[in-house]
């Protein structure tokens, strides 16, 4: 009787462990290859321009410009799926921006102005653009836009003004 019972002790245990083991390959597999089937280009690309924005705060320029370039790949797939975000359209102005590539960037920042003009990111982005350029005087147009937001773009813009 007691072997029996150790019997079926061992058997209830082995049956959990494959059905453990199972239900655990059942789900990895679908995880796994689900990822580019979830992936979301645009949240990538926040990532990585949140990323690079880090690196270059502590002077590692080529390193934040690796990751920027990265978030505008991820941000070309977005676009092409909804080319009429202005959150997409500031972000690939951004990093063609922070690439040097001014006149691509100021397209892109322009575009999304069209579709929302109050954009306080594309407003103090596009002005710090006119800025690096030396256009002083259509910096001053997007920070007179951000004058009544309250936020932190207006701050940005008019520091980035007021050095120049």
Same mark, same amino acid.
């Given at each position: 009787m007691?072997a029996?019972? @150790?019997l079926l !002790?061992?058997i209830?245990?082995? *049956?959990f &462990?494959? &059905?453990?083991?199972?239900?655990?390959q059942?789900s990895?597999?679908?995880?796994?290859?689900?990822g580019?089937?979830t992936? %979301?280009?645009?949240? $990538?690309?926040?990532?990585f321009v949140k990323r690079?924005k880090k690196?270059?705060?502590k002077?590692k %320029?080529?390193?934040a410009l690796?990751l920027? !370039?990265k978030a505008y790949?991820?941000?070309l797939?977005? +676009?092409? /799926?909804d080319s009429?975000?202005? $959150? *997409?359209?500031?972000?690939?102005?951004?990093t063609?921006?922070? /690439?040097g590539?001014?006149e @691509?960037?100021?397209?892109y920042?322009l575009q999304g102005l069209?579709?929302k003009p109050?954009h306080d990111?594309? +407003?103090?982005y596009?002005?710090?653009l006119y800025v690096?350029? +030396?256009r *002083?005087?259509? /910096?001053?147009?997007?920070l007179?836009?951000?004058? +009544?937001c309250?936020?932190?773009?207006? @701050?940005?813009?008019?520091? /980035?003004?007021g050095?120049?």
């Amino acid at each position: 009787m007691v072997a029996d019972h @150790q019997l079926l !002790n061992m058997i209830k245990k082995f *049956i959990f &462990t494959i &059905t453990f083991c199972l239900f655990t390959q059942v789900s990895f597999a679908a995880g796994g290859d689900s990822g580019s089937d979830t992936s %979301n280009p645009q949240k $990538d690309a926040q990532n990585f321009v949140k990323r690079g924005k880090k690196l270059e705060s502590k002077g590692k %320029n080529e390193k934040a410009l690796k990751l920027y !370039n990265k978030a505008y790949e991820k941000l070309l797939e977005a +676009n092409k /799926a909804d080319s009429r975000n202005p $959150d *997409i359209l500031n972000y690939l102005g951004f990093t063609l921006r922070k /690439a040097g590539k001014y006149e @691509q960037a100021e397209k892109y920042y322009l575009q999304g102005l069209e579709i929302k003009p109050n954009h306080d990111g594309i +407003n103090e982005y596009l002005g710090e653009l006119y800025v690096k350029t +030396n256009r *002083i005087d259509l /910096a001053k147009e997007r920070l007179e836009v951000l004058k +009544n937001c309250k936020c932190e773009e207006y @701050q940005e813009l008019k520091e /980035a003004i007021g050095n120049k």
